[in-house]
């Protein structure tokens, strides 16, 4: 079988041969430090990264027949294992491969291309051996700890090669990290796999904003819904992600779940495939419980099998080749993609590994502060139902229509313009007595075994009994002990405690004791004796009253195509170019300064081709995008911006008609430069000095 491979494809296939110096695939020279050895290819949802990882492998083989190749593709589901490997194998028959996997119930180890699952293959690299490449599929699911089953598989195979070559594909370069959603590539992860990425294809082009102008993915549709869940002051994790427990009570509401229903089913009578995220195990079977009322039949997939049992009943009447658990999530699926079944309600499954063409409605009854995952369940829409989009269209698929009920999509804004925040260095700090520069996390001075104080924990106080008690508390502890003569003595004012607190007196006197118990503490008003007599003020801090929205928002998922970002055409009289630098510390920019009209504004662009190896790719990639093929500098690629700057008159191109769109990572303050619309006739300039 030849796989005729999309421009965008192609392009990614040859910036990995290109990196990776393997063999030079269109002559290209690339400026990029060879000794690095790890990248990513970042490829959006449903743009096809199994064929291009197939197409390269294939590269190789044919390239160099008599090396004794030994390639891994090691991903984190089975169901992303065993259709990269038939993908694989429907495009190469002849080059053997195998399956490494408990889930697939198979262990080869001995083929040339081995596709597997990283839980079975973490303590089996003495098997593999020797192993020139590796490649990653849903790259972003390694993390930087040292402790993690990718880093201690990677550290491993590096034993048997030093020089191991691995090569990351994902949709979403970047993770939740402390409520941040960070770069997998930022050099304030030490312990970070990918250093750098050789290939990104944006979801712009995907959506048609390419020369060839071609829609590649299916458009998804936000509606605005009439009630939205109120996501205020819920509480997060250590990595940022909202609290499961705390975000299922949002959802806990039996008249909110019906009046969602109604709407849902009210845009599903149109749909083929519907898919339901909820937020916890015990929210998807409530939510099942309510559309098994509306005669809805909806199997609820999860993880965990123990989920399945309780369903396998009642769901084998309308699948029944499901006869237990074991083959529940494997039939459930199936009956969806190729069969009638038109409902799914799953929690934390089918965000990734999941292809299912005819899905065409999302419904999200979930919050997430997980820039990675929203992506990610937003992305099952992306797929044709047909190779080009008008055969989607002919087929009965022009769009996915997603239902945002969880304040997502005005959380994250457009997926299409997202900006990952740069995670700064963390800065020094130095001993108070000896003066050393220290990281900011060490606890101790190395140097003279100072010891910094810890810093005091948030605290709030009781309106009950006004005692200093930690911030996060729900409930009041605050002790306090008395004998019984006091007991006695001042229990006339029990009955009048309001009296008795405006005096002043202290709020054991005036509360009588709710729990007795025998203590040697001396008591709280005359320091005697205490036989017995503790006081817990126990007071309870009332729940927040949770008010859900009647009208939620009307935010587009996407920026490209939509009407009310601000989107629009603007004239261009001329351009400047200018070299920009903060302090005598930061490395300088190539500033680009789009002149409209004598006292008009100005619309910039920023590139920094110093700054990395990647910030230099994307610079050369609009050089080449602006230059002029006619001008003398057509085949220079400059390699500084004073450089750049001094003959940018001479060899680019002149626009008169630029995109712009208020910039949503500067609070809509500013422009951002999104494409050329118009290029003005060849014309040339004198260079000017820097």
């Not at 081995?114 to 690299?125: K, L, P, W």
């Not at 304030?188 to 750098?196: D, G, L, M, P, S």
């Not at 998804?220 to 994790?237: A, P």
């Not at 047909?386 to 239902?403: F, M, Q, R």
Request: charged letters at 25%.
């Amino acid at each position: 079988m030849t796989l005729i491979l999309r421009p965008y494809q192609e392009k990614a296939r040859s910036d990995y041969h290109n990196y990776f110096k393997h063999f030079n695939y269109d002559n290209a020279i690339l400026d990029f430090n060879q000794n690095i050895d790890e990248s990513l290819s970042i490829i959006p949802t449903a743009g096809g990264k199994s064929a291009i990882q197939a197409q390269v492998i294939i590269d190789l083989f044919n390239a160099y027949p008599s090396w004794n190749h030994k390639i891994l593709n090691v991903t984190h589901v089975k169901e992303l294992i065993t259709q990269n490997c038939d993908e694989f194998m429907g495009l190469a028959p002849g080059i053997e491969c195998g399956i490494y996997s408990a889930g697939a119930k198979k262990k080869e180890h001995t083929p040339p291309v081995i596709f597997g699952g990283i839980q079975s293959m973490v303590n089996a690299a003495h098997l593999f051996g020797y192993v020139d490449r590796v490649h990653v599929d849903e790259a972003h699911r390694i993390s930087p700890d040292d402790a993690t089953l990718y880093q201690k598989f990677i550290k491993e195979l590096r034993r048997y090669n030093p020089n191991l070559k691995i090569c990351g594909f994902t949709a979403t370069a970047y993770r939740l990290e402390k409520g941040r959603n960070v770069s997998l590539i930022d050099p304030c992860n030490e312990n970070r796999i990918f250093k750098t990425i050789h290939h990104e294809t944006s979801l712009r082009e995907l959506a048609g904003d390419n020369p060839e102008g071609q829609r590649y993915i299916c458009p998804i549709s936000s509606k605005k819904v009439k009630t939205e869940i109120n996501t205020e002051d819920v509480r997060k994790n250590s990595k940022g992600e909202f609290v499961d427990s705390e975000a299922d009570k949002r959802f806990d509401d039996v008249e909110l779940t019906e009046k969602v229903l109604d709407e849902v089913l009210e845009y599903a009578k149109t749909r083929k495939k519907v898919i339901i995220f909820c937020q916890t195990v015990g929210h998807c079977f409530r939510v099942q419980t309510a559309l098994d009322n509306r005669g809805i039949q909806a199997p609820v997939v999860t993880g965990n099998k123990k989920d399945f049992e309780s369903q396998i009943e009642k769901v084998s009447k309308f699948i029944p080749k499901i006869k237990d658990s074991s083959n529940f999530r494997e039939e459930v699926e199936n009956d969806f993609k190729y069969g009638d079944l038109k409902w799914v309600i799953n929690v934390g499954v089918w965000t990734t590994g999941f292809n299912c063409k005819g899905l065409d409605m999302i419904v999200m009854l979930r919050m997430t502060n997980s820039l990675n995952l929203w992506v990610q369940i937003v992305g099952r829409g992306f797929r044709l139902l047909g190779k080009t989009y008008e055969e989607s269209v002919a087929n009965g698929k022009s769009n996915t229509l997603l239902l945002d009920y969880g304040g997502n999509v005005e959380r994250f804004g457009p997926i299409d313009l997202i900006n990952i925040e740069e995670k700064k260095p963390p800065k020094p700090k130095w001993c108070p007595l000896c003066l050393e520069q220290l990281k900011a996390s060490d606890r101790e001075c190395f140097n003279c075994g100072y010891i910094f104080p810890l810093k005091d924990a948030p605290t709030k106080d009781c309106p009950e009994c006004s005692a200093d008690i930690p911030a996060s508390a729900r409930k009041c502890d605050a002790v306090a002990y008395i004998c019984h003569p006091c007991y006695d003595q001042y229990s006339h004012l029990y009955d009048d405690y309001e009296q008795a607190r405006d005096a002043g007196y202290p709020y054991w006197v005036y509360k009588s004791p709710r729990k007795y118990l025998e203590s040697e503490v001396c008591c709280a008003i005359c320091n005697g004796e205490l036989q017995e007599s503790q006081y817990v003020c126990g007071y309870e801090f009332p729940e927040r009253e949770v008010v859900h929205n009647e009208t939620a928002s009307d935010a587009d998922i996407m920026a490209f195509g939509a009407d009310n970002f601000g989107i629009r055409d603007v004239d261009i009289d001329r351009v400047e170019y200018r070299l920009y630098q903060k302090d005598k510390y930061k490395k300088p920019m190539f500033n680009v300064i789009y002149r409209h009209g004598i006292n008009g504004k100005d619309y910039r662009e920023m590139l920094f081709p110093e700054n990395s190896d990647y910030t230099y790719k994307l610079f050369c990639d609009w050089w080449r995008n602006h230059l002029d093929s006619e001008s003398p500098y057509a085949g220079e690629m400059p390699k500084t911006v004073a450089e750049a700057v001094s003959i940018a008159d001479l060899a680019l191109k002149i626009p008169s008609k630029i995109k712009i769109m208020p910039d949503p990572s500067t609070n809509n303050q500013y422009m951002k430069v999104l494409s050329i619309v118009e290029w003005k006739e060849s014309q040339h300039r004198k260079p000017v000095s820097v």
